[in-house]
């Protein structure tokens, strides 16, 4: 594609940006924080486990729920790729315990600094103290973003703005609102987070998974009603 905006300049949102730049003419990242990666900051008490090094099937095996979900990113993207990413770009890495990689120096802030060496390498246009008012949605189609009295218009927009833990961060529920704005319907939610069932807004596994938080907010939004309106059934959600 020819331009890629990314709101969220987290984890995510850098993987993103980096991974658009490597196929489109320009890209946008847009972080309304001061800097990049601030939960990646806070990771792992302040040293950030990377990764973990053991070989993709145990890795897989450790998955607790939805494993398919997965499969396809790590067969794209493994924990080798992302050491050998962040290492290339001025981060020395070492395996712990349990496989568990962290950097050398036991400072996260190098991890966001790696991260944000690719993006400046393959030329990410990163604009910080940026936050998105509204996507520009047009016959129900992306077409770029709002920000204050400017529109930014583009071919594709991700968004990357996590969910609503550790709102100091930035967290604090941005993507729930674009979601709700680019009218997701319940069966689209359903798709994307790979639900097994149409039927079954979420999988309730005889008392064995909860809805976290982030669930019962995403819900919340789509029925219009407060987080302690939501009734959970063997099958299904009600509201």
């Known amino acids: 594609m020819a331009k890629v905006i990314i709101i969220g300049g987290g984890a995510a949102?850098?993987?993103?940006?980096y991974s658009a730049a490597l196929t489109s003419?320009?890209?946008?990242?847009?972080?309304?924080?001061?800097k990049l990666g601030k939960k990646i900051f806070i990771t792992g008490k302040g040293r950030c486990n990377l990764t973990n090094a053991s070989d993709m099937n145990t890795v897989m095996e450790n998955v607790?729920?939805?494993k398919r979900f997965l499969f396809s990113a790590f067969k794209n993207f493994t924990n080798e790729d992302i050491m050998r990413l962040v290492e290339e770009n001025g981060t020395k890495l070492k395996i712990e315990r349990g496989n568990r990689v962290f950097p050398v120096s036991d400072h996260s802030s190098d991890i966001i600094k790696s991260l944000e060496n690719a993006l400046r390498a393959l030329k990410v246009d990163i604009r910080l103290n940026t936050k998105v008012d509204s996507l520009l949605i047009e016959n129900d189609i992306c077409k770029g973003v709002i920000i204050g009295k400017n529109k930014i218009m583009a071919d594709a927009v991700i968004v990357a703005t996590g969910g609503m833990s550790y709102q100091a961060t930035g967290s604090d529920g941005d993507g729930y609102r674009f979601a709700k704005e680019?009218?997701?319907?319940v069966r689209e939610l359903q798709d994307i987070f790979g639900f097994?069932?149409?039927?079954?807004?979420?999988?309730?596994?005889?008392?064995?998974?909860l809805p976290t938080i982030d669930n019962l907010i995403v819900l919340s939004t789509i029925f219009k009603v407060s987080m302690e309106e939501i009734i959970i059934v063997e099958t299904k959600i009600s509201a």
């Open 196 to 209: 097994a069932t149409p039927q079954a807004i979420y999988k309730w596994q005889h008392g064995a998974a």
């Open 25 to 34: 003419k320009q890209v946008i990242l847009l972080e309304k924080n001061e």
């Open 13 to 17: 949102g850098m993987m993103a940006a």
């Open 64 to 66: 607790v729920s939805n």
């Open 182 to 185: 680019a009218g997701l319907s």
